[in-house]
């Protein structure tokens, strides 16, 4: 088995971070990496999640809740890095320990003018898939604590001031 950092620009970036997929597909794969080896994805923020090569992907196994700087990640340029095994237990070891599953609250709302309810819901779904997750935040909380909601953008916290 092998070790790998994948450093992804920072379009391919966003756009992991903007979507719940399965896996990530880059451009090519290294001469030597197999089914099975593992994968940091690192992102121009850091090491970002866990995977391992699947044919001409990377599965994701773990996300991290936000990117982690390491070394390793700090020094990549975009592609692929072998990594040997010690070197990949040093950034494993320095990422955060993974949180347990909750439920959460999240939610969209916008104010829609309409002649009526059927309207203002194809509007919605309209402006949603025009704006996307670059331009909607999105309002987040733990279940039954709405209280401690924040706001986030692309998978990332975002203040709602409109001055800012």
Excluded: C
Excluded at 85 to 105: K, N, Y
Excluded at 127 to 155: D, H, M, N
């Amino acid at each position: 088995m092998r070790y790998w950092l994948l450093a992804l620009n920072e379009d391919e970036y966003t756009e992991q971070q903007a979507y719940e997929v399965e896996a990530v597909e880059p451009p090519a794969r290294p001469e030597g990496a197999a089914d099975g080896d593992e994968v940091a994805l690192a992102g121009p923020d850091g090491v970002f999640a866990l995977g391992e090569v699947d044919g001409p992907a990377v599965a994701y196994r773990r996300r991290l809740e936000e990117p982690a700087k390491t070394v390793e990640s700090s020094a990549a340029e975009e592609g692929w890095t072998e990594l040997n095994p010690d070197v990949w237990e040093d950034l494993v070891r320095a990422l955060p320990t993974p949180e347990r599953r909750s439920d959460w609250l999240v939610t969209l709302s916008m104010p829609i003018e309409a002649v009526d309810k059927a309207e203002a819901v194809r509007q919605f779904w309209s402006y949603i898939r025009s704006l996307g997750p670059k331009e909607l935040p999105t309002f987040v909380a733990p279940y039954g604590r709405e209280l401690e909601g924040t706001s986030f953008l692309l998978g990332v916290e975002h203040e709602q001031d409109p001055e800012e």
